[in-house]
């Protein structure tokens, strides 16, 4: 109390002396002092005495944020029942502030970004910081900031270690080191540089010490091509590339990489390794197949190695307090920001929990963590409001850290606006209030009601063998960095520790993790988790084990382990070797046949195994009379890129006979598909690959195939079925004459949209008159494959634009970007007829002015719901209604139908990096554009229109381009007259309208 009272006295003369000296306070001081922590949860006070060294650089600029005090935020803010909420560190003890750690000596290290969102005016120096906070009097409330690192441009994260710390920032990853103690960095050392640097939302970031000595860094979605520095660690031949991949290092030198993973902004690392991230639309991810198992898979891209933890996108759901606006109305009431996630082992009661930010809902979410199947899934808690939140707009939680005990502290950024400029319609890029907030920032600490969390600084090694068997995530995290620092002297605690059957879980995986890393991991101690009756301790031995041959046989006889989990691993480990052993396809086998229809990523995990096992293994599982057919083909595909014709047996293998009336089934169907893709993705033909088979396959093979055909034609058998089985018989060579009742308009469009190709070209002249006649009546999916068709071989597309020249067919069934690839086809005689008959106003100024008025006054919605439909559905997405393919249009509460416009007649204009075009020309002169999405060294993988993948071999490609233009092509006024596009933008602007729920005179709902 006497305390309380000195600083309550020390701070009221402090406010008299500057009244009567004439000295202003900042508006922030005049309410800080309101009220004082006394154990209740009430507002803490927050002092203005920091080290002389740490005082901020003046402001130029006017920031309209006086009256988002502390006091008014706090009292804003809603939480749980049981929970309260202080303030422990704000203005102007710090500043924009977007990631902090505690460390095991209590301080608080705080990443400042005062140059958000487009970084130092010219001529000024960046403003970023690292300081470290102290309470100095142990009230709970921190009292004093210093300086450890100014100067930095957007450091994104810090992660402290030894006599100083990693930090994250524009392009690089380097060490600060503080040679004196007096936390200020005196040296910097750049470990790693080439790390993308275009958006500041999207640089790596959070770099983070998990259980296992090694630090994660968060890639930040747009990768980089990063290459080590500094001479401690390892040579590469090559920088790292890390699309679709996050980044790791060793602390103390040696190795580094890249890992799974795709996390924006965030990485939450618990006990026994499970490393989490998040993106703006997913709060919470994992990687779930190791990046060996995706190289050594020609079928998957390093994305399929990833799982929704929690549910994203339009699965969300966000509750918020006041009015949010988010860059989409799709994306109300709904993740759009998320970052900060945060699952170090979090537990109230017996209940795991996982927390979010969403700062654009001004919220902390909560979902309850749990195991589904081999993996997590995190829910929602079924409330009305969120964990954390505010009904006032300033407050933006961007980040998540342990505190002491089992608080959580909640980085708050205190800004007006928390969107980048690049996300914004162009009418608000120049908005005044970008950087309103930027001497405001707040660190709040949530916590039970009947805690009282007290920093507790931690000494020696006895204290930190307890702090691991804490219920404290951030007491567990510290003991494990501090004795990883101590190194050897710690060995035989941490022996005991593993060795104890009857030891906390969490403690006994830290305590392995570290002996692990010194090298003093043994076959004792990996048998003593082995065999523990908890399942993430067992599959924890099994991973620490993994590169022990004398305890393979050990870790193969836990293949009948009831927990998938635990058999996933096992799973993991059998399938990644690169010396076949008949014991490891032996448990794989018993995996595959109790749980790849069960548990998805442990079909995945067998179907990715090593390439020496591959073939037994698949011939095994064949005949197992009830085995997944999606692994069967999975594996089907793999082996028929290495070799078709042992692909073929274990197709003739799998499939059953043939009914009676010679129709093949789905099982037959979907193996057969595989097997055509593999032997295409092997480069051979796939007669040439027939006609090689051994005798009695060839026959056999010949024969299951030949049913293909007559399972297309029977109309009893479903539709899909039937359309997949008539594409297997014209790769099989049976499509021979003609197949006009399938293309006539009795036929299903999925059946039709196969046929009508493969009549054009086995029936030709029937099949021109016949587009002549029909195809602008023809349903969507049936044009689009006409058209695409007709413009395949050169003597089609000569006959198409002839055509049209001469009026028989209209030019507007061609969509801008088929004409666009028309003019720029490789053939001259082609080129030059569609220059001319699709040729697109090279001024694009000219078009805009001539289409204004479709801006001006909106045309009729429901009339333009119908040419979304058809002219924009295959890349985008808008009332459920398309496929999102190219970027989201639907955010038309930010838009004016004049950017609307401008974005689709002139796409260029702005692009998003993500959605720029690439185009591969083949060397049999086709033409294929889409968005780069793998790019390995045998393949390209392009993502087309309507979601489709196209795989072309490298050795097929003459030339990869990425032109710098947008996916979406310039010329869409050739297919849309300006009436049309005011119906158009009517029904981008008033879709949500349409059902008659908001009142008003929405042009088009009537």
Not at 107 to 120: F, I, N, Q, S
Not at 176 to 204: I, P, T
Not at 288 to 298: E, F, G, I, K, S
Not at 563 to 583: C, M, N
Request: aromatic letters at 6%.
């Amino acid at each position: 109390m006497k305390k309380h009272l000195f600083k309550f006295c020390t701070r009221g003369l402090f406010i008299v002396s500057c009244l009567w000296l004439g000295v202003g306070l900042n508006p922030v001081y005049g309410q800080i002092f309101a009220s004082e922590q006394s154990g209740n949860g009430e507002q803490s006070s927050v002092t203005d005495e920091r080290s002389g060294d740490a005082s901020e650089p003046p402001l130029n600029r006017t920031h309209r944020s006086s009256a988002h005090t502390v006091e008014k935020i706090h009292d804003s803010l809603q939480t749980r029942s049981g929970y309260k909420v202080q303030v422990v560190a704000s203005e102007p003890l710090i500043a924009d502030p977007v990631s902090a750690r505690l460390d095991h000596k209590g301080r608080l290290w705080v990443v400042e970004m005062p140059d958000y969102p487009l970084g130092p005016d010219e001529g000024e120096v960046p403003s970023g910081r690292i300081k470290i906070l102290k309470d100095r009097d142990q009230d709970g409330v921190f009292d004093q900031a210093s300086i450890f690192a100014d100067k930095l441009l957007f450091a994104t994260g810090v992660q402290p270690y030894r006599d100083g710390a990693f930090v994250t920032m524009a392009g690089q990853i380097a060490f600060f080191r503080d040679h004196d103690g007096d936390d200020q960095s005196d040296e910097s050392v750049v470990l790693f540089e080439g790390f993308a640097e275009q958006n500041q939302q999207l640089r790596a970031n959070h770099p983070t010490l998990g259980p296992d000595g090694l630090i994660y860094v968060a890639g930040g979605l747009r990768g980089g091509s990063v290459k080590a520095i500094d001479a401690r660690y390892d040579r590469k031949a090559e920088p790292v590339d890390l699309r679709d991949r996050d980044f790791c290092f060793d602390p103390e030198g040696g190795w580094w990489g890249s890992v799974p993973g795709k996390s924006q902004f965030g990485v939450s690392i618990d006990d026994f390794g499970r490393r989490l991230g998040c993106s703006n639309r997913n709060p919470a991810m994992m990687a779930v197949l190791t990046l060996d198992a995706v190289l050594r898979d020609p079928l998957l891209v390093g994305r399929d190695a990833l799982h929704d933890v929690a549910y994203s996108a339009e699965k969300s759901e966000v509750v918020s307090q006041a009015q949010a606006w988010t860059t989409s109305n799709l994306h109300s009431g709904q993740f759009s920001a998320a970052c900060g996630v945060f699952a170090p082992g979090w537990y109230s009661g017996d209940d795991e929990w996982l927390l979010a930010c969403e700062p654009t809902a001004y919220i902390v979410q909560r979902q309850q963590l749990s195991r589904e199947g081999s993996v997590w899934k995190s829910r929602r808690e079924a409330q009305s409001h969120e964990f954390l939140s505010s009904t006032d707009t300033w407050f933006r939680p961007v980040d998540i850290t342990a505190g002491p005990q089992q608080a959580v502290l909640i980085v708050d950024m205190a800004r007006a606006v928390i969107e980048h400029p690049d996300f914004m319609p162009s009418e608000l890029k120049s908005r005044p209030d970008q950087r309103d907030g930027t001497a405001l920032g707040r660190i709040w600490k949530v916590a039970e009601d009947s805690v009282v969390p007290r920093v507790v600084r931690l000494q020696t090694i006895d204290d930190a063998i307890k702090w691991l068997k804490s219920d404290s995530a951030w007491q567990r995290t510290s003991a494990s960095q501090f004795l990883q620092e101590k190194g050897e002297a710690v060995l035989l605690p941490l022996s005991d520790l593993v060795l104890d059957s009857q030891g906390s879980p969490a403690a006994r995986s830290r305590a392995a993790w570290l002996l692990n890393k010194n090298g003093s991991f043994s076959k004792r101690h990996a048998l003593s988790l082995m065999k523990s009756s908890y399942a993430r301790v067992r599959a924890l031995g099994i991973h620490l084990s993994k590169r022990r041959p004398e305890l393979l046989e050990n870790i193969l006889a836990m293949d009948a382990d009831a927990d998938p989990l635990v058999v996933r691993q096992v799973a993991v480990v059998a399938g990644a070797a690169s010396d076949f052993a008949s014991s490891r396809v032996r448990a794989l086998v018993n995996i595959a046949d109790r749980w790849s229809s069960k548990d998805e990523w442990i079909r995945l995990t067998v179907a990715s195994v090593d390439s020496s096992l591959l073939k037994e293994l698949s011939r095994q599982l064949a005949s197992q009379k009830q085995m997944d057919v999606r692994l069967l083909t999975h594996l089907v595909e793999r082996v028929g890129v290495e070799s078709p014709a042992d692909a073929a047996a274990i197709v003739l293998a799998a499939c059953p006979q043939v009914t009676a009336e010679s129709i093949l089934n789905r099982r037959q169907v979907e193996l057969l598909k595989a097997w055509i893709r593999g032997v295409r993705r092997s480069r051979q033909a796939v007669s040439k690959v027939v006609a090689a088979l051994p005798e009695d396959q060839r026959v056999k093979f010949r024969e299951l195939a030949s049913h293909a055909l007559n399972t297309a034609q029977t109309s009893t058998v479903p539709a899909d079925l039937r359309a997949a089985s008539l594409l297997l018989a014209s790769d099989f060579g049976q499509v021979k004459s003609p197949l006009r009742e399938l293309v006539r308009d009795t036929a299903s469009p999925d059946l039709r949209a196969v046929a009508l190709p493969l009549n054009l070209r086995n029936d030709s002249e029937w099949t021109r008159d016949y587009l002549v006649q029909n195809l602008t009546g023809m349903t969507m999916t049936v044009r689009s494959a006409a058209i695409a068709a007709c413009v395949r071989r050169v003597d089609d597309v000569k006959w198409f634009l002839q055509e049209i020249e001469a009026g028989e067919i209209p030019r507007t069934v061609v969509d801008p970007a088929t004409a666009k690839k028309l003019r720029q086809h490789p053939d001259a005689v082609v080129k030059a007829a569609a220059g001319r008959l699709l040729a697109t106003d090279p001024n694009r100024a000219k078009v805009l002015e001539r289409y204004a008025g479709s801006a001006t006054v909106l045309g009729n919605a429901t009339v333009g719901k119908n040419l979304f439909k058809e002219h924009c559905s295959a890349c985008h997405q808008v009332g459920g209604v398309g496929t999102n393919v190219g970027p989201d249009i639907s955010d038309s509460r930010t838009k004016t139908p004049q950017a609307l416009l401008t974005s689709i007649l002139d796409p260029n204009a702005a692009i998003d990096a993500a959605f720029i075009q690439h185009r591969v020309l083949t060397v049999d002169g086709r033409v294929l554009d889409g968005l780069l999405v793998g790019d390995a060294d045998n393949t390209v993988i392009l993502q087309q229109k309507g979601g489709k993948r196209a795989v072309i071999p490298r050795d097929e490609i003459e030339r990869l381009q990425a032109p710098g233009v947008s996916l979406m092509p310039e010329g869409f006024e050739e297919t849309l007259s300006p009436g049309k596009m005011s119906d158009l933008l009517s029904y981008l602007k008033n879709w949500r309208y349409l059902d008659g729920a908001i009142p008003g005179d929405i042009p088009g709902r009537n």
